[in-house]
C-alpha cells in the first residue's frame, strides 16, 4: 500500500466566501467524490482546513501500489471544472483508529 496526505489548494484564498454558483455545486460533488472513496476505503479521512491566510481541504489516502495518487485526485470534481488543485505528499506509513 502507498499513503498520501493530499491538499486541496482553492483557486483563491478567499474562495469558501466568495463561490460562485457553479463552484458550490462542485464542492456539493467535490464532498460527495471524498466520501465515496471514504467507503472504499481509498480515503481514511479529509475535510476543510480553515486557516485565516486562506482556507484549503485535507484528505488522507491509502491506495494499492498501482495506482496513481495523481490520476485519483484529477477526477474530483472541482479539479476537473478548473477550480483549484491538489498537493501530493507520499507518507512512510498511515496508522489511524478503528
Known amino acids: 500500500m502507498k499513503y498520501y496526505l493530499c491538499k ?3 483557486p483563491r484564498a478567499d ?5 460562485t454558483a457553479d ?19 481509498v480515503v481514511v479521512a479529509h ?7 486562506g482556507s484549503y481541504g ?3 489516502y491509502q ?3 498501482d495506482q496513481n495518487i495523481a490520476a485519483i485526485t484529477s477526477l474530483d ?3 476537473k471544472n ?3 488543485h491538489y498537493e501530493h505528499y507520499a507518507m512512510l506509513h498511515l496508522k489511524a483508529r478503528g
Request: net charge negative; glycine share 10%.
Open 63 to 65: 491506495i494499492e501500489e
Open 8 to 10: 486541496f489548494i482553492p
Open 23 to 41: 463552484e458550490r455545486l462542485w464542492m456539493t460533488q467535490h464532498g460527495s467524490y471524498l466520501n465515496e472513496l471514504l467507503e472504499q476505503g
Open 15 to 19: 474562495f469558501l466566501a466568495t463561490m
Open 77 to 79: 470534481p472541482i479539479v
Open 58 to 60: 485535507v484528505s488522507l
Open 47 to 53: 475535510g476543510p482546513v480553515i486557516d485565516p491566510d
Open 82 to 84: 478548473g477550480s483549484g
